[in-house]
């Protein structure tokens, strides 16, 4: 299946149209992701954000086409990437780089042998891996030395700055700043605005303050939906939906040190995902939520904006 260009003046690099997907075990199916569209344009860097379980993870997965889909559609270029053919092209143009990816790297060769599979006659330019390596806060000593005698956030860093010297035409982070210090999380930054010149980046990370760093646009999910999507600043300055309003609030910063944060629980069932724990739920937040579009900016939620002024 194609995109008709034709009828699409808008062309993203990568594209998911209602999608739905999930796991299948000896138990049946267990769908994790609903109804889930989203979109990364070259040079962008977009970031996932929500809390452990919100099905974030679960969609890089997706869209390296590794789970099972139920429905809906996933286009690089406009091309499906569940035909074989535009698989095989779409693997070579994306790196996958996992929080638990720390046994990728072959345990009884060298880093820089590993690093030299990575290009065409093993030659690569060094002065480039000691400039990324120091960003990363990596030593070049690391280069002789073989993946055991690393430890784990080490191996991480490896990995990402692996994929930072293959320069994919799409980059899925998972986590990437887990383990860095605020050296190491700086230059990290650094290095992904350089390369989303021609990458596009798609990152998770649960401390959002690097995502709203460095993100162009945000989405946010939660129970397997995304609710709210749009520009990094709009999410930021003005959420449409009470939950990113919480998550953005609940960053532990010098302004809300002192602030007291009340466990609601509402215990009913339907509706709004967050629907158990927003403390300006009311009976027309039971109903289906469609996903509404304010220009640029979207949401799922049936009281914007009258909850944002109570």
């Known amino acids: 299946m194609e995109i008709n260009e034709s009828k699409n003046k808008f062309m993203p690099r990568l594209q998911i149209q209602s999608l739905s997907c999930g796991y299948k075990n000896e138990r049946g199916y267990t769908e994790i992701l609903k109804d889930i569209n989203f979109y990364i344009n070259k040079g962008e860097i977009v970031g996932l954000i929500g809390e452990i379980g919100s099905g974030k993870t679960t969609l890089l997965r997706a869209i390296t086409g590794e789970i099972l ?4 559609d996933i286009f690089y270029e406009g091309k499906s990437i569940f035909s074989k053919e535009n698989y095989l092209n779409f693997r070579k143009k994306r790196i996958y780089v996992r929080q638990d990816a720390m046994d990728i790297l072959k345990p009884r060769y060298s880093v820089e042998f590993q690093i030299k599979k990575l ?11 000691e400039r990324i390596f120091n960003n990363l806060g990596l030593s070049m000593d690391i280069m002789n030395m073989l993946p055991v005698q690393l430890s784990d956030g080490t191996r991480h860093r490896v990995l990402i700055a692996m994929a930072l010297l293959i320069k994919p035409e799409i980059l899925l982070l998972d986590e990437p700043t887990t383990g860095l210090d605020t050296y190491a999380i700086r230059g990290l930054l650094e290095l992904l605005k350089e390369m989303a010149v021609s990458t596009s980046i798609i990152m998770i990370n649960s401390d959002i303050i690097p995502v709203f760093q460095i993100c162009d646009r ?88 009258e909850w944002y002024n109570d």
Do not use: A, Q
């Not at 290009?119 to 891996?129: I, M």
């Open 69 to 72: 889909r139920s429905g809906g």
């Open 119 to 129: 290009f065409k006659g093993g030659k690569y330019d060094r002065s480039n891996v």
């Open 218 to 305: 945000i989405y946010v999910m939660k129970s397997g939906v995304i609710i709210e999507d749009g520009i990094w600043s709009d999410i930021l300055h003005k959420p449409h939906h009470p939950y990113v309003k919480e998550i953005i609030t609940s960053v532990p910063s010098i302004s809300n040190r002192n602030k007291e944060y009340v466990d609601i629980d509402n215990k009913i069932e339907g509706g709004c995902v967050f629907l158990k724990k927003c403390r300006h739920m009311k009976e027309i937040c039971k109903s289906d939520v469609p996903y509404i579009m304010d220009r640029d900016h979207g949401y799922r939620c049936l009281r914007y904006p």
